[in-house]
């Protein structure tokens, strides 16, 4: 937002809370603004309603949270939101998702945060103060006025101590509104009514008071009067009292409702600021009443504002969403207040107070005068004042100091300090100035206090000032003045380590941390090492490299430190910290200490160290153990592992876990190779536990290397049960068998699964065992029966009873069959058969007899199982197939036993005999097995004769499937017997059913026909009607019609639809005819048929309504809209009238719709109906009609029907209809299409419609109605959002004065906005250029900126431009612009007013060059305004460079107080062209940064005599006496070489310059040399010239005094010589005493430490006192010689 230049306070737009809220929720009822930090607003959308949570920090962010409460309220601090329901009220943390604390209190009509911890609340009886600490409830502070029982609430406030609140209420009388504030003192209890809109409490400090005044300010508008009254409240004792004052106020007489709505105290400035409901800023001074400024910054309503602690301003939110901040602005109202106000007075109070820049000059004269006339108080009162203390210079300390000291007073500068001391801080040089006496004094207290108060700037200079007497207060002034270096050599002298890293580490300061721990270590180890910890557990990680702390510790031979500083810093065992891991352990290796590295790697402390380089030093210090752990190389490791005797066998056991499979076999085999038997069992311990890693068969192979099968045995003995490799159960049989473990044998071979069987059994046969179970054991678990019966009928028959009787019955089969394939007698067979008597499998024994074809083995056998009742069916599946065989009454067989299996005998006798196959199948339902073999031998009958009776639906989509190529056989089968034959109502339904399923319906057909048709006992069977006549339907259209007229016991309905899917409409038609279902029945002859004619005679025929209906609508579709309608009227039909009335307004039938529309308004009394016979009266022009049915009762949607009017151009229905409803925009639009612009005007202006304003606008400028254009536009443009269309039609269309003049006029309207304003300045730069500079003068303040300098650069008008930067504090731009273009823009009164607020430094560079050019005669003026802002040897340089450095003179004699190097030597150069030496003199003493030495050797070169005397002054300056005095005497300034001679204080120049004037037999110069260095002269020296060149006389005088202070001197030794022998004679009396006394003891006297005291020692021989000071002739206090002149 843009403001006019020169206007003491700032304007900006935060936030336009339209665009991130709902605009409807922006007011104050549901907004509410507590302090700048959040804004709360409660949105309602239909139902929901939530709470926007606007954030100032981010405002574009809003949260949201759905709350239904009345009013929410936030913290000032944030976080904690105030909620109230109806009479609930709570408070919430928003952060922490709690409830803090809720309460309840009837009647609250207000509430508002007192303070950040109290809550304010009104009722309509009192007020009361809600804490948010603790849990307790709402305290009542004050009862309510009855008089303001009445009012509206609309703020509460109470003082900063809470002894004064207030309450403000408004009422409205008529058009007035009118405030009243009830005042309440919280110490008296009273109430005062005061009549007043706005109020606020302040507190500031008047000059001279001690104390701070506190005022109760309030504002008010009444009818009578308007007027700020400040007045004050609880006054301090000791202060002066604050006169009550009384503003009047100005309000704009164009809004008379205007009144105070807001009241602001800035603490900051010491100002009121007063915001009206209508947006005019009121600032006022508080302390003289003075009324600073009145404007309008708000063009819309504001209802809400608050302070803005930031700023030291306030911020308000308007009606329009806009959030505006409001500030004092500080470049700008000091010049205001002189300039705009004339007060200086004020302006210099303002500056003072707030510390503001714009009255230095004023200060400086004001400063200057009472110095002059000897106030010097009041000239140090007016410094310690001074804005930004720019009078506080060191320049005036020094002019303070050289004021004497009133008597009895302290000094002036001692009283200029407290003056300081009082308004605040001292600045370095004062703080300086101030610490030195005080320190001298030993009052450090004051110092301290001092630094507490925040009294003094602290700099590294004033800490090496307070060092020099203590230590820690220099520390305090060093932390406050950030001197690091200073700080941690404090703390180091301290010894306070822990802080000193604190404080680096705060103040990110990195000190040189080895140089401080290598200093610590020299003088206190274990201090060093206390440092270094420190320094490596810094929570940023070590402050210092670790090794480089290991290195000094190493350096003084300190490995205990060290090692206890590195296992602190590596106990984190970090791969990184390898190297200092090894250093560790090699500095305990190496340094005497072994246990301490066995320890450490005892304890796995680090694993990252050099492992081989430890392992070797463990080696050498016979640590085997730790040097094994560490070796890697195999050599290694066979070398150390020989000391197997000193290692302790359980660790060498865990060893061997370390190494790889190929380094432990090495070291197995190097132990059996050195000592077997005292290694084996060690060996064997090895080789169990590390089994799995080196591998059994490695482990086997070096056994068996060594033939040890003792050792492979114990070995493998400890691993069979645990391993599955075969080759160690193979490895392990045969050791225990080598060693006669026969048991253990037995044992593996029986439990074991892991053993290859064939090879055990080739072993154990070739082993050719006494005891033969171990092989019977492995024949019999692997399945090996053929062998071993072949192994045992060779060797020992009788063992084969033996094994199946006693070792495994259940082999019998096996062993049978074995036998047999032997040839082995049948009698044996049948024995080993009869006598087993364990349990084996007949079936496996039925089978092995039947693949060698001998089941006939079994008859006897069988039939005697059977014969003792025996079910076993493998018992009498044998028997039935030794019967089918046989031929012995199979078919009997088959069909009487319940036993055998009849899929086992079915599919033997498939091949044998396929009926005897069925008969089993049939009897187990063996279906599939069934089916399939009467399919391969043509059993169809006894398959569909089966199917019938198995009714199985499964079965039947089986053998009905497509793919069946017997299909055709068994169907006819089914149909020919099956079915036939069938008396079972279920049986043959299901059949149906199947067919049905498997889509065969031909087939049905036939096999309905053959039940149905002919004379069965399902003939009228429902179920069987409806289907022949559907599966017709489906497959045979031809005999539809036959089976409809013939069948009469069908579903009609279903069959009807049926046939109408598979398109038999006549067959459909027929059905619903003959069943009298006429209503179907024409739905066929309209929707399929598609015949209306047979239609309409089946209507008169039947004569039925829903007939009628169903016709009407069909005619309604072929566009038979008569005919149709004509229908629904014999109908009396309208349920179809949207159809119809869509049908006839689409083929324009209105006539026949208005018939069909009345005879339907008959019964529905429908909107729409009547709506559609509005609009058709209007389309038949019954515009009579159409104005009394409008007239009369009806429910029309008129609004709709006008506006279809309209758009199809039914101007006048439209009229008509807009008119009876009162819709004037659409009336307004209307009469524009009807040409009567005026009429349209005054229905607009009923509208009050910006759409219909717009509409309007544009006809009447299209038609020239100019008059009538500009009042339509007036009511458009003060709407910001339409002035931009409004200005686009005119500009197109030409009409650039109308235009104009449209805005000029709007301008007078309250509601003119800055839009306006703006809009007509750039027309104005468009097309009257000469009014751009008036208008902006004029309106500055209420246009937009940026815009207007847009087009100021488009239209080249350069003034116009540098004002708008100048106003915008463009100030860069405004400089460049007059620079670029200075024949229209360049003003040196404006270049000298903003150069200075430039923010690009460059600038001012740039001007000066332009100044070169164009205007050089001002650029001294130009420069006193941006000297503070140059480089001042850059503009030098430019000056130089253009040959015009005179030209800057003036600038060069007010920039030399700072003195620059290079601003003193370009005046010192001007001065010298000038030749005014004494005003070269007067710089050269004056300023003293320049080249001395460079400025002398110019000078002495010069002819003029005084330019050479300034050389030898500045070689004296220079300490270069010697120079200085030559080119004195070569100019024959003796005076001027005498005293630099005197100066030099060196003897040789004297002596020289005294050779030099006996030289020239100057005797007066010689006497003159004597008089000045009397000092520096030796007398002997000045006898011996004088004797020899007779001036003895000019001699005198300096001996007569030499001799005199000789003499002196000699006196005051005597005298104090006597003194000496005196007391020593004195102190021997009193020794003697003392011996005299306690006898014995004699007293010893020492000195200190102990030693005895020396003896007082003579003067020496010559040395004589010197005289007082200031005695006669002493020559640097002023006296003369005696005899001098």
């Not at 819309?300 to 939110?317: H, K, N, R, W, Y």
């Not at 020299?522 to 810094?538: M, Y």
């Not at 468009?1326 to 902006?1336: D, F, G, I, R, T």
């Not at 050797?1497 to 330019?1507: A, D, P, Y």
Request: proline residues 4%; glycine residues 4%; negative net charge.
């Amino acid at each position: 937002m843009t403001q006019a230049p020169n206007v003491p306070v700032k304007l900006q737009e935060l936030l336009q809370l339209q665009n991130i809220v709902n605009a409807n929720s922006i007011g104050f009822g549901n907004l509410t603004f507590e302090s700048d930090k959040y804004i709360l607003v409660r949105e309602q959308n239909g139902d929901a309603v939530n709470l926007a949570i606007v954030d100032m920090a981010n405002p574009t962010q809003p949260s949201r949270r759905p709350m239904r409460a009345d009013s929410t309220i936030m913290n000032p601090a944030g976080s904690i939101i105030a909620v109230r329901d109806s009479d609930q009220i709570q408070l919430l943390n928003i952060e922490k998702r709690a409830r803090l604390k809720n309460s309840t209190l009837a009647g609250i009509v207000f509430w508002k945060w007192v303070d950040a911890s109290t809550i304010g609340i009104v009722t309509q009886d009192a007020v009361y103060h809600w804490s948010v600490e603790g849990t307790s409830a709402p305290v009542k502070m004050f009862d309510r006025l009855p008089a303001m029982a009445s009012a509206q609430i609309i703020n509460y406030r109470a003082s900063p101590d809470n002894k004064w609140l207030f309450v403000i209420g408004i009422t409205l009388d008529n058009t007035r509104i009118n405030g009243a504030i009830q005042l309440y003192n919280v110490d008296r209890s009273i109430s005062q009514p005061i009549e007043g809109h706005v109020g606020t409490f302040a507190t500031f400090k008047m000059d001279n008071n001690p104390h701070p005044t506190k005022v109760f300010a309030f504002a008010t508008r009444s009818a009578s009067s308007s007027m700020l009254c400040i007045l004050e409240i609880d006054p301090s004792e000791g202060n002066a009292a604050y006169q009550k004052k009384q503003i009047p106020l100005n309000f704009s007489p164009e809004i008379p409702s205007d009144f105070p709505m807001a009241l602001h105290a800035s603490s900051r400035y010491n100002m009121l600021f007063m915001l009206t409901k209508y947006g005019f800023l009121h600032v006022f001074d508080i302390e003289t009443g003075t009324q600073i400024f009145l404007n309008r910054i708000s063009s819309e309503t504001v209802f809400i504002a608050t302070d803005q602690p930031s700023t030291g301003g306030l911020v308000a939110i308007n009606k329009k969403g806009q959030v505006l901040s409001v500030s004092i602005d500080e470049q700008q109202i000091v010049p205001y207040i002189i300039n705009t106000l004339k007060r200086n007075d004020l302006a210099i109070r303002v500056a003072s107070r707030c510390n503001l820049s714009g009255a230095d000059s004023f200060f400086s004269t004001q400063f200057e005068n009472l110095f002059q006339r000897g106030s010097y108080l009041d000239a140090a009162r007016i410094a310690a004042s001074s804005p930004k203390g720019f009078l506080r210079t060191p320049q005036t300390i020094e002019r303070f100091k050289q004021l004497p000291t009133p008597p009895g007073q302290p000094s002036i500068l001692l009283q200029y300090f407290g003056i300081l001391l009082e308004r605040g801080q001292l600045n370095r040089f004062e703080s300086m100035e101030l610490a030195r006496p005080v320190l001298l004094q030993g009052k450090k207290e004051l110092l301290e206090k001092w630094l507490k108060e925040d009294k003094l700037e602290c700099t590294e200079e004033l800490g090496d000032v307070v060092r020099q007497h203590d230590l820690n207060l220099a520390l305090s002034v060093y932390l406050r003045a950030n001197a690091s270096n200073k700080v941690i050599a404090c703390f180091m002298e301290q010894g306070q380590f822990a802080k000193l890293l604190l404080y680096a580490k705060k103040v990110n300061y990195q000190p040189d941390y080895q140089f401080l721990l290598s200093t610590i270590l020299r003088s206190n180890p274990e201090k060093g090492a206390e440092f270094a910890g420190l320094l490596a557990k810094d929570e940023a990680g070590p402050l210092l490299d670790h090794e480089a702390v290991v290195d000094a510790f190493a350096s003084y031979h300190l490995v205990q430190q060290a090692t206890s500083y590195l296992l602190e810093v590596l106990k984190d065992n970090l791969e990184s910290q390898g190297h200092l891991q090894t250093r560790l352990l090699e500095m305990n290796l190496l340094g005497g200490h072994p246990q301490v590295a066995d320890a450490i790697i005892g304890n796995c402390m680090f694993t990252h160290y050099d492992r081989a380089a430890v392992a070797q030093l463990c080696e050498k210090a016979q640590l085997y153990q730790r040097a094994l752990e560490h070796y890697t190389d195999i050599y290694d490791i066979k070398r150390t592992i020989v000391h197997t005797t000193l290692l302790q066998p359980e660790w060498l056991l865990n060893y061997f876990g370390t190494l790889s499979v190929e380094q432990s076999l090495d070291c197995l085999r190097e132990m059996l190779k050195v000592n077997m038997r005292q290694n084996l069992q060690t060996v064997i311990q090895i080789a169990i536990k590390y089994s799995e890693q080196l591998t059994a068969k490695s482990l086997i192979e070096m056994f068996e290397s060594f033939k040890c099968s003792e050792g492979l045995y114990y070995y493998l003995g400890s691993i069979v049960n645990f391993s599955q490799e075969p080759e160690v159960h193979l490895k392990y049989i045969q050791a225990a068998t080598k060693t006669g473990q026969l048991k253990e044998v037995e044992r593996v071979v029986r439990e074991s699964n892991c053993y290859d069987p064939e090879a055990v059994k080739n072993f154990l046969k070739e082993a050719k065992l006494s005891d033969l179970r171990p092989l019977i054991i492995v024949c019999d678990r692997f399945d090996f029966v053929q062998d071993l019966v072949l192994y045992l009928f060779k060797n020992n028959i009788q063992h084969i009873n033996v094994y199946v009787q006693k070792v495994n019955p259940s082999r019998t089969p096996a062993v049978v069959g074995a036998l047999l394939d032997l040839d082995c007698e049948e009698a044996f067979v049948r024995n080993i058969i009869k006598t087993v008597t364990g349990t084996y499998s007949f079936e496996q024994l039925v089978e092995e007899l039947e693949k060698r074809n001998r089941l006939k083995l079994l008859n006897a056998f069988l039939e005697q199982k059977v014969s003792e009742g025996s079910t076993d069916p493998a018992v009498h599946n044998a028997l039935a197939k030794i019967y089918v065989d046989s031929n012995t009454n199979p078919e009997a067989f088959l069909r009487e036993n319940k036993y055998y299996d009849s899929l086992v005998v079915g599919k033997y006798c498939e091949k044998r005999d396929p009926y005897m196959a069925v008969l089993a199948y049939d009897r187990g339902h063996c279906d599939y097995e069934l089916i399939d073999v009467c399919n391969e031998n043509s059993l169809f009958k006894q398959q569909a004769r089966y199917l019938v009776r198995r009714q199985d639906p499964a079965l039947w989509e089986h053998v009905l499937k497509p793919d069946n190529t017997f299909r055709r056989q068994l169907i006819d089968q089914v149909v020919q017997t099956a079915l036939i034959e069938s008396q079972n109502p279920d049986e043959v339904s299901l059949a149906v059913k199947c067919f049905m399923a498997a889509d065969l319906p031909n087939e049905l057909i036939e096999l309905l026909e053959k039940i149905v048709l002919e004379n069965s006992i399902f003939s009228e069977n429902r179920n069987l009607q409806n289907l022949l006549i559907m599966t017709s339907i489906r497959a045979d259209h031809s005999r539809v019609m036959e089976y409809i007229q013939k069948l009469t016991n069908y579903d009609a309905p279903d069959i009807a639809n049926i046939a109408i899917q598979n398109g038999l409409y006549e067959e459909a038609f027929v059905v619903f005819k003959k069943h009298d279902v006429h209503a179907m029945a024409v739905d066929v002859l309209l929707d399929y048929i598609k015949s209306i004619e047979r239609a309409c005679e089946f209507a008169e025929l039947v004569d039925e309504p829903e007939v009628w209906s169903k016709l009407g609508r069909a005619q309604l579709r072929a566009d038979q809209i008569k005919e149709a309608i004509d229908s629904y009227i014999r109908a009396n039909d309208p349920t179809n009238y949207t159809e119809v009335i869509s049908c006839a307004q689409r083929t324009g039938r209105y006539e026949d719709m208005i018939r069909f529309l009345q005879m339907a308004r008959v019964t529905l009394r429908e909107a729409h109906i009547e709506s559609e016979l509005v609009f058709a009266m209007a389309k038949t022009d019954r515009l009579a009609d159409l104005e009394e049915f409008v007239n009369s009762p009806n429910i029309a949607q008129v609004q709709v029907v006008g506006d279809r009017c309209f758009e199809e151009g039914l101007y006048e229905a439209a009229r008509i209809l807009f008119n009876s409803v009162s819709n004037y925009a659409r009336l307004a639009q209307t009469l524009v299409h009807l040409k009567e612009f005026q009429a349209a005007v005054d229905a607009a202006r009923k509208a009050s419609s910006t759409r219909v304003w717009k509409d309007l606008l544009h006809a009447c400028v299209a038609s020239k109605e100019f008059r009538l254009a500009q009042i339509c536009g007036l009511n458009l443009i003060v709407h910001a959002e339409e002035l931009d269309s409004v200005i686009r039609l005119y500009e197109n269309l030409g009409h650039f004065d109308e235009l104009m003049g449209l805005l000029e006029a709007g301008l007078t309207n309250e509601r003119a906005h800055m839009g306006m304003f703006t809009e007509l300045a750039i027309l104005y730069a468009k097309y009257q250029p000469a009014k751009v500079m008036e208008h902006l003068k004029q309106y500055c303040a209420r246009v937009n900126i940026p815009k207007v300098i847009r087009a100021c650069e488009t239209a080249h008008l350069w003034a116009e431009l540098v004002f708008l930067y100048i106003r915008y504090d463009e100030f860069d731009n405004a400089v460049q612009t007059m620079m670029s273009h200075p024949a229209q823009a360049f003003s040196h009164a404006q270049m000298k007013d903003i150069l200075p607020k430039v923010a690009t430094i460059e600038l001012n560079y740039k001007a000066l060059a332009f100044y070169i050019e164009y205007q050089p005669l001002a650029i001294n003026d130009l420069l006193s305004v941006v000297s503070s802002r140059i480089d001042h040897s850059r503009v030098i340089a430019l000056f130089q460079k253009n040959g015009l450095i005179a030209l800057v003179k003036p600038y060069l004699v007010t920039t030399q107080a700072l003195n620059l190097k290079v601003v003193n030597e370009a005046l010192n150069q001007i001065l010298i062209e000038e030749e005014d030496v004494e005003a070269l003199r007067k710089s050269i003493d004056t300023y003293t940064s320049f080249d001395n030495i460079h400025l002398a050797q110019q000078l002495e070169k010069m002819e003029l005599l005084e330019f050479r005397r300034l050389a030898a002054h500045l070689y004296k300056m220079n300490k270069r006496y010697q120079q200085s005095v030559e080119l004195s005497k070569q100019d024959s300034l003796y005076r001027d070489a005498i005293l630099t001679a005197a100066g030099s204080r060196d003897s040789a120049v004297v002596e020289t310059l005294l050779h030099f004037f006996i030289e020239k037999g100057d005797r007066e110069c010689f006497a003159a040399v004597l008089f000045s260095c009397y000092d520096l002269l030796r007398p002997d020296v000045v006898l011996e010239l004088a004797w020899r060149n007779g001036y003895m006389d000019m001699a005198m005088p300096f001996m007569i005094q030499t001799l005199r202070e000789c003499t002196t001197k000699i006196d005051q030794l005597e005298t104090a010589e006597r003194e000496r022998a005196a007391r020593e004679k004195e102190q021997q009396t009193s020794e003697a005493q003392i011996s005299m006394a306690a006898p014995g003891h004699p007293l010893m006297l020492t000195g200190p430490g102990g030693m005895m005291m020396p003896p007082a020692l003579p003067a020496p021989p010559g040395m004589m006192m010197a005289p007082p000071h200031g005695g006669v002739g002493h020559p640097q206090m002023g006296g003369h010689p005696t005899g001098f002149f």
